[in-house]
C-alpha cells in the first residue's frame, strides 16, 4: 500500500502565499503544508551559502513531515539553492522525493507573453545576482533579451503592510521608470518575487501603456498540474483530503495576520524550531 502525505510549499517568509494560493485554487484536492521561515527572513541579500544552507534544512523538515514534493515557491531560494540540492543532496536524503522551483515553469512560457522579444525582470537582489532568469530564459528562448532590475525595498514594503500606503510609490516608481529606461521597447514586466503581486496596480500606474505585467501564481500552478499529470508514480504518493496547515519560525501571530493578506483568507498557523524540529501544535 502506498503512504500517501501532504505537498510541501516553502518560502522564506510569505510571499510563497501568493503561489500557494494559486496552485490550491488550481488543484484544491491535494493537501498542502507551508513554512515560512520569517525568523530568518529575508533571503534576498542572503550568501548563496546562507541561502542554500536555510533552504536545504527547511526541505529536510518538509521531508521529515513526510512529503514526497516541494515545491520551493522562492526565487531567491530557486536561484540560489535548488540545483544543488537536486543534484548533490536529493539522491542522499530521499532519492525518490521531487524538490522543485518556481523558476524554470516561468521561463518556459515567458516567451508567450512577448511580441517585442525584449522582457524585464523585477526581483531581489539575490535573484538577480544569480543570473538565473538570464540563463534560464536564454535556454528556452534565445531570441528574447531580457533586463533586469533588483527592487530591495518592495519586499519590507510589503511585509510591513505598506504596499498600498502612498509611501510606496517613491520605490515603486523609481524601479519601474528604471527597467524602462534599459530598453523603450520592453513590453511584457515578469514580477520575479512571489511578494510582487501585491504592487501590481501601483507598478502598473508606472507603466507605459502596452506593457504587460505577468504573476507567477498561476503560471506555476498549472505547471504543477502538468508535472503531476506526467509523473503518477509521485502523483499517487500526494494525499488527497483537501487539507492545509501553515507553520512559520517565527511569532504565530504576526504569520497569521500577515499571511491572510498574501493567502487571501484568515490563517491559522504552527510554530515551528528547525534546530529541534519538533512542531509546537498541528492545524490540519
Not at 521561515?37 to 542572503?46: F, L
Not at 538570464?134 to 510589503?158: G, H, N, R, S
Not at 517565527?250 to 495576520?257: H, L
Request: charged share 20%; with cysteine.
Amino acid at each position: 500500500m502506498v503512504t500517501t502525505q501532504p505537498i510541501g510549499i516553502f518560502d522564506s517568509g510569505y510571499g510563497g502565499l501568493t503561489v500557494m494560493k494559486e496552485i490550491v485554487r488550481k488543484l484544491p484536492q491535494y493537501d498542502y503544508i507551508y513554512l515560512g521561515d520569517n525568523a530568518r527572513a529575508p533571503y534576498g541579500n542572503r550568501s548563496f551559502e546562507t541561502v542554500y544552507r536555510y533552504t536545504l534544512q527547511c526541505v529536510e523538515w518538509f521531508f521529515q513531515k513526510g512529503c514526497p514534493l516541494v515545491i520551493l515557491a522562492c526565487n531567491t531560494a530557486s536561484a540560489k539553492a535548488l540545483r544543488t540540492i537536486q543534484q548533490n543532496d536529493l539522491p542522499q536524503l530521499a532519492p525518490s522525493n521531487r524538490v522543485l522551483g518556481v523558476i524554470r515553469p516561468t521561463t518556459e512560457i515567458i516567451g508567450n507573453f512577448t511580441r517585442s522579444r525584449k522582457i524585464g525582470v523585477l526581483a531581489t537582489n539575490g535573484t538577480v545576482q544569480s543570473g538565473s532568469y538570464l540563463i534560464e530564459i536564454e535556454k528556452f528562448f534565445p531570441d528574447i533579451t531580457v533586463y533586469q532590475e533588483a527592487c530591495p525595498m518592495w519586499v519590507p514594503i510589503v511585509e510591513n503592510n505598506e504596499h498600498t500606503q502612498p509611501g510606496a510609490d517613491y520605490f515603486v516608481k523609481k524601479h519601474v521608470q528604471q527597467i524602462m529606461l534599459a530598453n523603450k521597447e520592453i513590453d511584457t514586466l515578469l514580477l520575479a518575487c512571489t511578494h510582487y503581486p501585491l504592487l501590481r496596480d501601483k507598478i502598473t500606474q508606472f507603466l507605459p501603456a502596452g506593457v504587460s505585467v505577468v504573476s507567477q501564481g498561476e503560471i506555476v500552478a498549472n505547471s504543477l498540474g502538468d508535472y503531476l499529470k506526467r509523473h503518477t508514480e509521485l502523483e499517487i504518493r500526494c494525499s488527497k483530503n483537501g487539507h492545509r496547515a501553515f507553520y512559520t519560525t517565527d511569532s504565530t501571530e504576526d504569520f497569521d495576520n500577515h499571511a491572510s493578506i498574501f493567502f487571501g483568507q484568515a490563517i491559522h498557523s504552527s510554530h515551528v524550531d528547525l534546530d529541534s524540529n519538533i512542531p509546537v501544535a498541528d492545524h490540519i
